[in-house]
């Protein structure tokens, strides 16, 4: 291993050699970028890549840094911390910081959701969900009940069991899939409101529901299944199907919470209330993983009534307290911002940035909601040219699957919004 300071050069040559990327192959294909520094919504680049050294950041780091970067705030909370302490078992012992953050939760989200189990991160938080709706059932006397519905067009982490209940076909994880536990799916959502989509979600319901512990959906938006919008509505039917058959109500706002799509939860523009929640993300401001699965009373009296009475689920560093002050600051943050009006300009700004797309040769679709933009394409992206040509532009994207998109931190002025629209639409371009 070399000593001393590394080039830029012997950094990326070590990159190649032992670091592994998401979603890419051992060595790696293409060459990543070498991000020197951060601060406010700007990467700051090790070395110049055809002359540009600063990217305006459109991805928020995959959705999470919505205060941007190096904020003093969340700078402080951390240093703070650590001069108490960095860490600290929570087996058996307990701290203000996740004290505090878990109160914070159960404030902020639906009134129902009282308790509140943290989690490494937010596929995690999606195992420790169907965990709880598995166990919940047992408890009840009802073990037959041990399989999860969903619709197509999902993505609920890496991890094995939120992996069988993302798209079984089109996604990431069709690998798997005899592998796998077999879920029930539903066919993907419709973007408007069809009574007969409704229809066909209650079929599932009648047919599967004294097997079915928990429906599980990602409210208002399917993320990285595809991006795809639908209508609150369908929320407001899932919830009545549920609680007619006897099945949990499971939301999992990891991508959608904390203000992205306009509201403060997806769950807030059909009005109801899920029996489990899962959230991520943006929970610590982009800082540390942190992730939590919050639920309601019912749900934890009924495991804690069960012939084992605990939720048998415990990650080694839960609750870590640096990670725990950071989240409680970055959501006194996001109030204080006044997020609503932060989103709202974004989504304003994103509206008339993207439009000019919907001319484009290849372009299906260009779509807005909240601080979510979206430039569909009619075929694969080519990910190399696209990303390139967003960088010439002085942005940073990552596309995917057929889609350019854009997630910009709540903290990026008009200038820099319109700097991301101008790359999302060099990038479906060249893509």
Not at 55 to 62: F, H, I, P
Not at 188 to 193: G, I, K, S, V
Request: aromatic letters at 6%; glycine letters at 10%; charged letters at 20%.
């Amino acid at each position: 291993m070399p000593t001393g300071d590394l080039t830029s050069e012997q950094l990326l040559a070590l990159d190649r050699e032992h670091v592994w990327h998401p979603y890419a192959p051992m060595p790696g294909v293409r060459p990543p970028l070498l991000v020197e520094s951060a601060s406010g919504v700007r990467l700051r680049l090790a070395e110049p890549v055809g002359g540009v050294r600063e990217l305006v950041d459109g991805m928020a780091s995959w959705w999470s840094a919505i205060h941007g970067y190096a904020h003093p705030v969340l700078d402080e909370a951390i240093r703070g911390q650590l001069g108490r302490m960095g860490h600290v078992m929570f087996g058996g012992l307990t701290h203000e910081p996740a004290i505090r953050l878990a109160a914070e939760l159960v404030e902020m989200t639906p009134g129902p959701l009282q308790h509140v189990f943290l989690a490494d991160s937010g596929s995690v938080s999606v195992e420790v969900a169907m965990k709880m709706c598995l166990q919940y059932w047992r408890s009840r006397g009802r073990p037959g009940k041990q399989r999860l519905l969903t619709w197509r067009g999902g993505y609920h982490g890496d991890t094995w069991h939120p992996m069988s209940v993302c798209d079984p076909d089109g996604g990431m994880h069709d690998l798997w899939s005899g592998a796998l536990p077999r879920q029930v799916f539903a066919d993907a959502p419709p973007r408007e409101f069809e009574q007969a989509y409704v229809d066909h979600l209650a079929g599932l319901f009648e047919r599967h529901a004294d097997e079915v512990a928990a429906v599980i959906v990602e409210p208002v938006v399917q993320n990285a299944g595809g991006m795809r919008f639908h209508s609150p509505r369908y929320l407001q039917a899932l919830r009545e199907l549920a609680s007619a058959h006897d099945v949990l109500l499971v939301f999992d706002e990891i991508a959608t919470g904390f203000g992205r799509t306009g509201e403060l939860f997806g769950a807030e523009h059909a009005g109801v209330s899920p029996d489990v929640m899962c959230v991520g993300k943006a929970l610590t401001g982009g800082y540390l993983s942190m992730a939590a699965t919050l639920c309601t009373r019912e749900i934890a009296d009924g495991i804690s009534r069960g012939e084992l009475p605990v939720l048998a689920h415990g990650p080694t560093f839960m609750g870590n307290p640096l990670a725990a002050a950071v989240a409680t600051a970055s959501l006194h943050l996001l109030r204080q911002n006044d997020w609503r009006a932060q989103v709202g300009r974004i989504e304003k700004g994103l509206a008339a940035g993207l439009e000019p797309a919907r001319d484009l040769p290849g372009v299906r679709d260009v779509r807005v909601l909240g601080a979510i933009g979206v430039v569909q394409l009619d075929h694969e992206v080519d990910v190399a040219a696209a990303g390139a040509a967003a960088v010439r532009e002085g942005v940073w994207l990552r596309p995917f699957r057929d889609l350019v998109y854009t997630m910009p931190p709540y903290v990026t002025d008009d200038e820099d919004l319109a700097r991301i629209c101008a790359g999302a639409i060099a990038a479906a371009q060249a893509g």
